[in-house]
C-alpha cells in the first residue's frame, strides 16, 4: 500500500514536470505581448515543483533577463536573505512572477501584458498548487487577492481563497529604496514561517483558547 501511493505521488511529480517543462518550453517563443519583442530572456520560475509555498514577483528585471532566471539581481539577493533569516527551507520554495518578460526600463507591467500572461502564472500555480503563496508586492497582490488590493493596506493579512493561503508584502525591491519596510516585512515573514510550520506538524495546534461549544 505504502510502496503504491509513493509511485503514485512519483508518478504525479512527473507528469508535473512534464507539463511545466512543456509550457516553459512554449512560452521561450511567446509573442502574446509586446514583451516577447524586447526581451532577451523569458524568466519561466526556479525552484521546487511540489512546493509548499511559492513566492510571486512583478517582472524580471536586467538581471533575471540576461540570465533567464527569476530573482537573481539585488531584489533577489535580498529576497535570499529574506528566506534565510525566516528560516524557510529553499527546497520547499518555488518562485516566478506575473509577467514572464522584462518590462523595459522596468517600468510596471502594463495591464495587456499582464493579462496576455495571467494564463501562464495559473497554470504554475495549478500544477504546483503550493499551501501557502506570498504575493511579492502591489501587482502581484492585485492580479492574486484582488484588483482593488492596496498593499500599504493589505499586508500582513491572510488571504484564504480555496485551499490558498495568501500573504501579501512589500516587494524586496521597495525594502531596498525604503528601510522603514523591512519591520513590516519581517513581521509578515515570521507569520508565513508559523504557517508553515503549522501546516508541516511543527507547531503545535492551538489549544487555548479552546473552541466554542455549540
Ligand atoms: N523583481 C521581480 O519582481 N522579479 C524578479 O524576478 C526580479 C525583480
Redesign the pocket.
Known amino acids: 500500500m505504502r510502496a503504491e501511493i509513493y509511485n503514485k505521488k512519483k508518478k504525479k511529480k512527473v507528469v508535473m514536470k512534464m507539463v511545466l517543462a512543456e509550457l516553459e518550453q512554449k512560452l521561450q517563443h511567446c509573442d502574446s505581448c509586446p514583451l516577447g519583442t524586447t526581451r532577451k530572456h523569458m524568466?519561466f520560475g526556479k525552484g521546487s515543483l511540489s512546493a509548499t509555498i511559492m513566492f510571486i514577483?512583478?517582472?524580471?528585471?536586467a538581471?533575471?533577463d540576461a540570465q533567464g532566471i527569476?530573482?537573481?539581481?539585488r531584489?533577489?539577493q535580498l529576497l535570499d536573505k529574506i528566506v534565510a533569516a525566516a528560516e524557510l527551507p529553499w527546497d520547499d520554495i518555488y518562485?516566478c512572477?506575473v509577467v514572464k518578460c522584462r518590462p523595459p526600463g522596468n517600468r510596471l507591467p502594463l495591464p495587456n501584458e499582464v493579462e496576455a500572461c495571467k494564463p501562464f502564472l495559473r497554470e504554475q500555480v495549478r500544477v504546483i498548487h503550493p499551501k501557502i503563496i506570498v504575493c511579492?508586492?502591489a501587482l502581484a497582490t492585485q492580479v492574486l487577492v484582488s484588483p482593488n488590493a492596496r498593499i500599504t493596506r493589505d499586508r500582513g493579512q491572510w488571504v484564504t481563497k480555496g485551499s490558498f493561503r495568501i500573504m501579501p508584502t512589500f516587494?524586496?525591491?521597495a525594502l531596498l529604496r525604503d528601510e522603514s519596510k523591512k519591520r513590516p516585512v519581517w513581521e509578515d515573514m515570521q507569520q508565513v514561517r508559523d504557517e508553515y510550520r503549522r501546516i508541516k506538524g511543527l507547531l503545535p495546534k492551538q489549544t487555548w483558547p479552546p473552541p466554542e461549544e455549540e
Open positions: 524568466v514577483g512583478e517582472g524580471p528585471g538581471d533575471e527569476p530573482f537573481v539581481g531584489a533577489g518562485v512572477n511579492l508586492g516587494h524586496p525591491a
